[in-house]
Each structure stands twice: as structure tokens, then as C-alpha cells.
């Protein structure tokens, strides 16, 4: 008497393998969103940094320094900070006392809902040579 169908050892079986699939998936889903948060956080800070950046470029060589303060808006729990110093041409990262032809300008973004990632700084260098 064979009758089409599936045994009970083989649906079982059959179970056994779509449950440990199915925790599989989970799992990794799992792992995943803790880092999908994480590249999130980094993702706003760093267009909110550079959204900064171009409105301290704007005002081009006389971009000047800011202090903490916070995102309007939706981005309200995010702060930002604009660093200017002078440096001069040999040594662009450090900066020097009175007026150059060179300004290195940093944007600092931290805070969130989710502070995992700390804080992003965008740097860049705004020149002038009006003084030659």
C-alpha cells in the first residue's frame, strides 16, 4: 500500500531544518542592526558636518570660529562646533598666532539619539591671497 505524502520522520525532519534556517536569519539579523544604527548615526553626522562646512565656506577667507551649539530642528540632539586657525604653508595642521594666508577650518558633529559613533570631524583648508 503505497500512498503519496510525507512520513512523520520526514516532516519532522523537514521542520528540524526550516527552524534552524529560520534562527539562522534571525540571528544574523540580530547582529546586523546594532551596526545598521551605527553606520546611521555616522551617515547624519557627517552630512550635518559638511552641511556646516559649506556655510562657514561661504563666507570664504573670513570664516571664523563657533562654539558648540545645537541642530535646529529635527537634528536637534546633534551639536556642532566650527574650528578656525591660521597655519601657515610648511605645516597645515598646526595652527599660528596672527593673520596667514592658509585657514584650516574643522567641523565637529556629536550627539543623537543613538551617540554610538562618537563624534565626525570634517576638515578642510580656505586660502586667500589677496595679501601678495
Known amino acids: ?12 525532519v523537514g ?11 534571525i540571528a ?3 547582529t546586523l542592526a546594532p551596526r545598521t544604527a551605527r553606520v546611521e548615526s555616522i551617515n547624519k553626522k557627517v552630512y550635518l558636518a559638511q552641511e ?18 545645537a541642530f535646529a530642528g529635527s ?21 599660528v598666532a596672527g ?6 577650518v574643522k567641523v565637529r558633529v556629536w550627539g543623537g539619539s543613538l551617540d554610538q559613533a562618537g563624534t565626525v570631524e570634517v576638515i578642510t583648508l580656505a ?6
Do not use: C, H, W
Not at 15 to 25: G, L, N, P
Not at 52 to 69: H, I, N, Q, T
Not at 79 to 85: C, D, E, L, N
Not at 99 to 104: A, E, G, S
Open 1 to 12: 500500500m503505497n500512498k503519496p505524502g510525507l512520513t512523520l520522520i520526514e516532516t519532522i
Open 15 to 25: 521542520m528540524t531544518v526550516i527552524a534552524i534556517a529560520f534562527y539562522s536569519i
Open 28 to 30: 544574523m539579523f540580530v
Open 52 to 69: 556646516k562646512m559649506e556655510e562657514a565656506l561661504v563666507r570664504g577667507f573670513s570664516v571664523s570660529s563657533s562654539g558648540p551649539a
Open 75 to 95: 537634528f536637534s540632539n546633534y551639536t556642532y562646533q566650527v574650528i578656525v586657525s591660521s597655519v601657515e604653508a610648511g605645516n597645515l595642521d598646526s595652527g
Open 99 to 104: 593673520p596667514t594666508l592658509f585657514k584650516n
Open 127 to 132: 586660502t586667500s591671497y589677496e595679501g601678495q
